[in-house]
């Protein structure tokens, strides 16, 4: 037997233009279609999200395999980063686990190492997030948002997390969203 749904359109458009159907099967929202316009701040080449340069030598806490080493973060941006590792170069491709101490707390997150040599630097590895709870986001993209306050950013002086940059784009549908079903459930 299938479940009763109901449509429920989006309360209002965002600034780009994105438009949401919603149906809801007992409480679960399942996202059913998308469209907006296309994102003319972004040219054909991949957009690359702006990057940190990380002060003081910070150090992480990498794992890949059952084996610990240490690396001294060079960059960082709300998708990955690079590092010198102890360790020496991993394989491309190869999955771990980066765990950052931050002013916020402490940052877990699953990673891949992409190609040595980032940022210009022979020993410095790449690598991009993969995965990370919650906690460790809001706590990422607290420190992340304090280094470029500080002055660390390579970014225009705009924030990421402005409603104008993807990321902010998406928190701010999700809020409209939690916004839409709280009042749908009362």
Known sequence: MPHPTMDLPCLQQDPAGTEVTLTVWFGTAILLEVSSKPDKSRNNNKSRA???RVP???RAIFSVDESKFLGVIQRLSLTGGSAVLAKGPIPR???GKLILN???GRVTAQVEFLQTGAD???LAQAFRFIAMDDDSSRRFSAAASLMEKEGFSDAPK???LSGKAPLGQLLNSVRRLAATLSHTRT
């Open 50 to 52: 702006p990057r940190i």
């Open 102 to 104: 931050t002013v916020y």
């Open 56 to 58: 003081n030598n910070e």
């Open 120 to 122: 210009g630097i022979p």
């Open 93 to 95: 491709g190869a999955m």
């Open 158 to 160: 705009t924030s990421p």
